[in-house]
């Protein structure tokens, strides 16, 4: 079985902690990490715009992430979300169970 980290970019910290909460809730994720405090340089609109923004890193099965990604979608504010996910490679056995006994099946 393979697992994926899915980076999320949010407009403040309680839209990153509430995507996060929905997602674990629905066990699309284990766990989510929120990070308050990011400032971000980006291409909108024809021009360089700069926000504060939160982060949102979900731990999940990759055969969920589909699933996961089209949920954040309908729960974010944004026209085009940051959702990113990455295979994690390798890691602690335990942790990987943990994820599998806590997310469900896709």
Not at 3 to 14: G, P, R
Not at 27 to 47: P, Q, T
Not at 61 to 88: E, G
Request: charged fraction near 25%; aromatic fraction near 10%.
């Amino acid at each position: 079985m393979d697992f994926s980290f899915v980076y999320i970019t949010a407009n403040d910290m309680a839209e990153a902690q509430r995507i996060g909460r929905v997602l674990v809730e629905e066990r699309l994720a284990a766990c989510a990490n929120c990070i308050d405090g990011m400032k971000s340089v980006y291409w909108w609109e024809g021009k360089i715009d700069e926000a504060a923004e939160a982060v949102c890193i979900v731990k999940t099965r990759s055969s969920l992430v589909d699933t996961l990604a089209a949920r954040v979608k309908a729960l974010h504010s944004y026209d085009v979300p940051c959702i990113v996910a990455m295979k994690i490679d390798n890691g602690n056995p335990a942790f990987f169970q943990w994820i599998r006994e806590n997310t469900r099946d896709a």
